[in-house]
């Protein structure tokens, strides 16, 4: 499949898309979003793939949406395009796989939204993150408000959105923001080992992970608790959970077939 904005890279169980507008910092405009729109429907169908990476080539991972088109854009415009973004970012976020956003360098505005709508964020030394929106007028639009706050906490998110400071590495890192943060020369290697861990669990185990914890943040505890009772019997029909268990009795590695 040909995109223009985008790398569709697939190695073995994993799969990379790698932003592709380095000239513009990879940010984000219509055409991206659709591309991403199509390269998720791709992997979602891919039962090879079990685990997706998201980087940016160049100096950023993601400078946010295309200041370039705010110009153009008549308030019903603008609302279309916010619902756009929110969809793709919704999407990543309910994504039966998991997925690590690779922070290469700039995650701004939408580009932060995009790695905050991950699974697991690791960041290079260099990188720099933030919601810059504030600064052209305008605030989040892409899922910040909601998902920054959810992570970090009420009081650090709206720091974040009122200054639009851009906060370095490591005190993402400390505030929780980001997983943890390598030097830039060993980002690539250090995301390709944990999704390659990951890749090695069962799919169906993985996929439940990512329902259970995600609906339950937005649901009463014990309604969280609940889902989690009810998957936790859906796990125990799988085949991988009769190979897991007699693996471990066995004192082997299991052999996870995704069933
Ligand atoms: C979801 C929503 C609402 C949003 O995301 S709103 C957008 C939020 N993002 C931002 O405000 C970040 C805007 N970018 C910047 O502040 C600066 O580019 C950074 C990221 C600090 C990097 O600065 P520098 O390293 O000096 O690189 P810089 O020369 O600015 O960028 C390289 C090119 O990319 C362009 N560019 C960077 N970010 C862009 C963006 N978000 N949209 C369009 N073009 C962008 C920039 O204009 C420049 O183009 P040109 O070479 O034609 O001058």
């Known amino acids: 499949m040909e995109f223009e904005t985008l790398e569709l890279k697939k190695e073995g169980h994993l799969a990379w898309i790698i932003l592709n507008r380095p000239e513009r910092l990879n940010s984000i405009n219509g055409k991206l979003l659709e591309e991403l729109q199509r390269a998720l429907t791709e992997l979602e169908a891919d039962r090879k793939v079990k685990v997706l990476l998201i980087t940016g080539k160049g100096k950023a991972f993601c400078a946010g949406a295309d200041i370039t088109q705010f110009t153009e854009l008549n308030p019903t415009e603008a609302w279309k395009f916010a619902k756009m973004g929110r969809e793709v970012m919704t999407r990543i976020e309910n994504l039966m796989k998991p997925v690590i956003a690779v922070i290469n360098g700039y995650a701004l505005g939408g580009g932060l939204e995009l790695a905050l709508a991950c699974d697991i964020r690791i960041a290079s030394e260099e990188a720099q993150l933030g919601l810059p929106e504030i600064n052209l007028g305008i605030f989040p639009g892409f899922g910040g408000t909601q998902r920054l706050t959810k992570l970090v906490g009420k009081g650090r998110a709206v720091e974040i959105m009122m200054t639009g400071d851009r906060i370095g590495a490591k005190d993402a890192e400390k505030m929780g923001l980001v997983n943890r943060v390598v030097p830039g020369s060993a980002l690539q290697e250090e995301a390709t080992k944990l999704a390659e861990k990951i890749a090695k669990k069962s799919a169906v185990a ?19 608790l609940a889902m989690e009772s009810i998957g936790w019997g859906v796990a125990f029909s799988t085949e991988d959970k009769q190979e897991g268990v007699k693996a471990f009795l066995e004192k082997r590695e299991p052999n996870f077939k995704d069933r």
């Open 206 to 224: 993985l996929a439940l992970i990512k329902e259970v914890v995600n609906r339950g943040v937005d649901a009463p505890l014990q309604s969280g």
